[in-house]
């Protein structure tokens, strides 16, 4: 069957430094996961087409993985300019990277981003259970105060909810521009 409809969406992957922005999106572009790590430096930009059978459409993801130190604080805000969502990437196994979501990452997806931009809550390494430093019900909380569509987990080293974490935030995008899903 033919695609009827082609979309083209901008979200951006938002987090402290080392929380695995880049894994996520790594492992949901190329199934892949690598265990050292190399800081994103300003920003790197990755395309992804997703089909969505369900309503036999296509949307060309234009992924913005923005760095999380704080040197590139005074650039990041050029980054979000066309944005219509995020995933708000917080490492559940350090709780300072939990706590920076919503002063700092939701701050500045708010300021720079017009109104309907939708974003997901995502605890992310919950891999790491017995390191673990933020429990499930803090991210369900957090989620509904900050007006997340959702609070989901992943693991990017096993692909845990990884593409529900993508695949949601598209959905949400495309039910905000109007489109019945």
């Known amino acids: 069957m033919a695609v009827e409809r082609e979309y083209v969406f901008k979200i951006t992957i938002?987090?402290?430094?080392?929380?695995?922005?880049?894994?996520?999106?790594?492992q949901f572009v190329e199934s892949s996961f690598q265990e050292d790590y190399k800081p994103t430096l300003g920003a790197n930009i990755i395309r992804k087409d997703v089909n969505l059978d369900e309503i036999n459409s296509r949307v060309r993801l234009i992924i913005w993985d923005l760095a999380g130190q704080e040197k590139y604080n005074v650039v990041r805000s050029m980054y979000y300019q066309g944005c219509v969502g995020a995933l708000l990437v917080f490492d559940l196994t350090r709780y300072d990277t939990f706590e920076s979501i919503e002063s700092k990452w939701l701050s500045d997806f708010k300021k720079f981003v017009k109104k309907e931009g939708v974003y997901i809550l995502v605890g992310n390494k919950k891999d790491l259970v017995n390191e673990?430093?933020?429990?499930?019900?803090?991210?369900?909380?957090?989620?509904?105060?900050?007006?997340?569509?959702?609070y989901i987990e992943t693991s990017?080293?096993?692909?845990?909810?990884?593409?529900?974490?993508?695949?949601?935030?598209?959905f949400e995008i495309l039910k905000v521009q109007g489109e019945k899903i």
Do not use: C, M, P, W
Not at 132 to 150: C, M, P, T, W, Y
Not at 156 to 169: Q, S
């Open 156 to 170: 990017a080293k096993f692909n845990e909810n990884v593409e529900d974490a993508f695949k949601n935030l598209v």
């Open 14 to 26: 938002l987090g402290d430094s080392a929380v695995g922005k880049t894994s996520l999106i790594n």
């Open 132 to 150: 673990r430093a933020v429990d499930s019900e803090k991210g369900h909380k957090l989620s509904k105060k900050i007006n997340a569509i959702q």
